[in-house]
């Protein structure tokens, strides 16, 4: 097809006219957090309940990606985000559904499902209200939650598309230069300048070239990859073209986990959607260029996120990865020049070329350009996705946009940067978040991570978790990262289990230091991270458990001792009721005991009592 | 022609060799346990680790695998080498206790006690690779291969079953630097990887000499009678 930007406009004009015969658009997110609490149950019962209402010609329902506020899912939005409805038939759907109808019939705004504030008085009507989404600065995922992403048309109604079709009348070198003046830098973790990459890599010798994008997410608790490609797969393929064109790759691979299988299906139909309309596969847009993209499914190992491991894998064979002395964009997949980069730095390139290299650099703090998609997890009231521009503090994410801690605990620590990041104390809170500063304190960027620990979190017991999944993704190949990891593991567990010895900080961050040092990848590295960095900042605790064989959070089992205090315990029975092992005894309004040759020490009374008599030593 | 200095010394090589290959031939030493001359490099060992300078930046780069260049300064005993180094050889011992050969480095690079727990499944075996290369890329039939990943890596035959490939021949027994390949010939049979073998005896001498497969499987690809291949070295 030869595309030009009429025809482009044309399409979408078509698009648009075709939607503007509904009287109203309703979006029910279909993001993986919003399926799993029962978003498909709310589609199918909300489109029986328009057809039956003889709405069905009036009333557009469009499935799309994540809208971010996963905690309150499913979420429904109408029209232009005028309302978002949260938590829809959760409790009660036909009840819901029937809300639903009133506000599409009456304009009647369900109070009930409305999104409350943190004082669960105020009630927000608009998503642009909501604290959650008034502080983001939506760019890589502002069609996320409002295109359908299984429709390429609707990509195309809402600009999709232009930036190739103008990447196209563009000079290969301007691309290029395009990106580097952007300061645009690898969002995978890294953080490095993706221009300078793809210039390294279309001066490369050979005439065969690789583009891959890395959606091998694999830290704990990420999902920024996964919300782009289920909620925008056309983003990425439109980056990965003029990326590809911009270099003379002719080939492009999407490395996606396994365990995605809703981004693989998605991918795929924008990948067939995108070869239709000529934006993919031979003579691309009539220009004479010829790239097309194929998805390779990942096994699972967290090491195949390594861009040299996951070429070995894309190869056929075991995920290890390679020294890097000589690059991949020179020597990559199949030995040929390749590019990789990640999802998100990707799915950024349109809208640079479609808005300009100055509108993006004019965005975050002098090093680090644009903005940056995160997953908020952990003890945060607002767990989700959220886009902010580079620089944003710590403590407007985790205060600002996520609301504050859980039931209004303190604040501990926020781990950044995946498994092998590092956790950052209070102290640092009114860091900006860009590469460079999260660097600095010893932890990283990494892909977008982010876990909220409260006062409840034992930074012992953090380590101990960060390590355990470490020394299980550790590929095995080499000797640091292999032994050494396992060997940490050991002595924190042993921390931990309240047999630490005098010497063990010391003997640990000289081990991890070897490790850091002696490493052949990036994984090895940082794998010490986790340990480092809480030794850093939290060393009096980690001294606790092993001077005094005390845990301050209470979270060790063999440090802690659970008691009631008879003063502060009103005998309400609840603890007595939750136990699991049933160790509490007591009567009605009677002072409960533990009793502690029972007590397994989950902590479960401590949580649910309201009295504040459970206490922990 | 590249030239730069290791431990002051300025050295000249070739484009394209390695740190290892220039300190070597110069006589510096750089301890060395996965290298191997004919199978190369795979930079799994992090024994022969050194500290590399540009400038102001330094940093510690595995010398097998570092092709050289122009201006780079290249130190094999620095600090952070040193630690790396113990530490490889510390970790490698407590994993395999039994070897003489790590016990010998360990001592030999300063590592006098061993902090952790002694493993007891893991043998004699450093994960270095050797035996996987020769079988595959000299003897030309991969039989083994690294399975698992992490601490659970090790080296077997596919789901550890006798290899319906391998031909017995002993080539991985002795290219491994720990001798932690197990290879028994007794009573006209050989013992590898869970595979019994029947020994070929020199019709001339008398003497077992080469497993039967062994002898079958280089007459097919060298097309040799079998005649020929069944009379042992010494007696031809």
């Given amino acids: ?617 | 022609m590249v030239e730069f200095k290791i431990n002051g010394r300025q050295v000249r090589a070739e484009k394209g060799e390695t740190i290892l290959d220039v300190a070597k031939r110069e006589g510096f030493e750089i301890p060395t346990l996965c290298h191997h001359d004919v199978l190369g490099a795979d930079g799994r060992c992090r024994l022969c680790v050194v500290e590399l300078r540009r400038g102001k930046r330094k940093r510690i780069v595995t010398s097998c695998l570092y092709p050289v260049e122009d201006g780079i300064e290249i130190f094999t005993q620095t600090e952070d080498v040193k630690l790396v180094r113990k530490t490889v050889l510390e970790l490698l011992l407590a994993r395999c206790p039994s070897s003489d050969v790590i016990a010998y480095l360990a001592k030999q690079y300063g590592v006098n006690i061993v902090r952790y727990t002694k493993d007891n499944d893991k043998g004699k075996c450093i994960l270095c690779n050797t035996c996987v290369k020769t079988c595959e890329n000299i003897v030309g039939v991969s039989a083994i291969s690294l399975t698992g990943k992490g601490p659970f890596k090790r080296v077997s035959t596919p789901f550890d079953e006798p290899s319906e490939v391998c031909i017995g021949c002993g080539a991985c027994a002795v290219a491994c630097p720990t001798e932690h390949i197990y290879m028994e010939d007794r009573n006209g049979f050989r013992t590898i990887w869970r595979k019994k073998f029947e020994l070929a005896r020199c019709p001339v001498c008398g003497r077992y000499h080469a497993p039967v497969e062994q002898l079958e499987f280089i007459s097919k690809i060298s097309k040799t009678a079998m005649d020929e291949l069944l009379i042992c070295q010494d007696c031809k």
Wanted: proline letters at 3%; charged letters at 25%.
């Fill in chain 1, 1 to 617: 097809m030869n595309m030009s930007l009429e025809e482009l406009g044309r399409i979408a004009f078509e698009y648009k006219s075709r939607m503007d015969g509904f009287k109203k658009v309703i979006l029910i997110c279909t993001g993986t957090g919003c399926v799993s609490s029962g978003a498909m149950k709310v589609f199918d019962a909300l489109k029986k309940a328009v057809e039956k209402e003889g709405l069905k010609d009036k009333i557009l329902i469009k499935k799309t990606g994540c809208h971010g506020l996963c905690e309150r899912g499913p979420i429904v939005v109408f029209g232009d985000n005028e309302i978002l409805y949260q938590t829809v038939g959760k409790r009660n759907l036909d009840n819901d559904i029937r809300l639903l109808i009133s506000t599409i019939k009456d304009d009647a705004i369900a109070e009930s499902l409305l999104y409350k504030g943190d004082d669960k008085t105020k009630r927000y009507v608009s998503t642009h209200d909501i604290p959650f989404y008034a502080g983001q600065t939506r760019f890589v995922l502002a069609l996320n939650g409002i295109i359908d992403p299984e429709i390429i048309e609707d990509y195309i109604a809402h600009g999709g598309y232009k930036a190739l079709v103008k990447s196209f009348s563009m000079e290969r070198d301007e691309i290029i230069e395009w990106i580097e003046k952007s300061g645009l830098r690898g969002k995978g973790g890294g953080g490095f300048p993706t221009g300078i990459k793809w210039r390294s890599c279309k001066n490369a010798e050979g005439t065969i070239k690789y583009v891959i994008a890395n959606g091998d997410e694999g830290d704990p608790g990420a999902f920024m990859d996964r919300s782009l490609m289920e909620g925008n797969p056309h983003a990425v393929l439109e980056g990965m073209v003029i990326g590809a064109y911009a270099i003379g790759a002719s080939q492009g691979h999407i490395y996606v986990r396994d365990e995605y299988p809703l981004a693989v299906e998605r991918l795929q139909k924008a990948i067939d959607q995108a070869r239709s309309y000529g934006f993919l596969g031979k003579d691309i847009i009539r220009s004479g260029f010829d790239f097309d993209i194929q998805i390779f499914r990942g096994g699972g190992a967290f090491v195949c996120g390594e861009s040299t491991a996951l070429m070995t894998s894309i190869e056929g064979r075991a995920g290890e990865p390679r020294a890097k002395y000589t690059h991949t964009v020179e020597k990559g997949l199949w030995e040929k020049p390749t590019n990789l980069n990640n999802v998100e730095t990707w799915a950024t390139v349109p809208e640079i070329i479609d808005k300009g290299w100055e509108w993006f650099s004019s965005i975050g703090t002098e090093e680090s350009k644009g903005t940056k998609v995160f997953s908020l997890v952990g003890k945060v009231n607002n767990t989700g996705l959220v886009e902010v521009p580079m620089g944003m503090t710590l403590k407007e994410i985790i205060f600002g946009l996520g609301g504050g801690i859980q039931g209004g605990k303190k604040f501990k620590a926020v781990q950044t940067g995946g498994p092998s990041g590092g956790c950052i104390s209070e102290e640092y809170i009114d860091m900006p978040v860009d590469f460079d500063s999260l660097t600095k304190l010893g932890s990283m960027m990494g892909s977008g991570g982010m876990i909220v620990m409260d006062e409840r979190s034992c930074m012992v017991d953090v380590a101990r978790y960060f390590l355990k999944f470490l020394v299980e993704e550790s590929c095995g190949k080499c000797t640091p990262c292999r032994e050494g990891v396992r060997r940490m593991y050991e002595i924190v567990d042993r921390i931990c289990n309240g047999d630490g010895v005098s010497g063990d900080i010391e003997h640990l961050e000289e081990l991890g230091r070897a490790i850091s040092l002696g490493s052949l990848c990036g994984l090895g590295q940082s794998a010490p991270n986790p340990v480092l960095s809480t030794i850093r900042f939290f060393k009096d605790e980690y001294r606790m458990h092993i001077d005094e064989k005390k845990c301050p959070a209470g979270v060790c089992k063999a440090l802690i001792k659970l008691s009631i205090h008879p003063d502060r315990c009103t005998g309400c029975m609840r603890c007595s009721a939750e136990c699991p092992v049933k160790c509490i005894s007591g009567e009605k309004k009677k002072v409960h005991i533990i009793d502690q040759e029972k007590c397994i020490k989950c902590g479960t009374c401590y949580d649910v009592c309201r009295f504040d008599a459970v206490t922990i030593e």
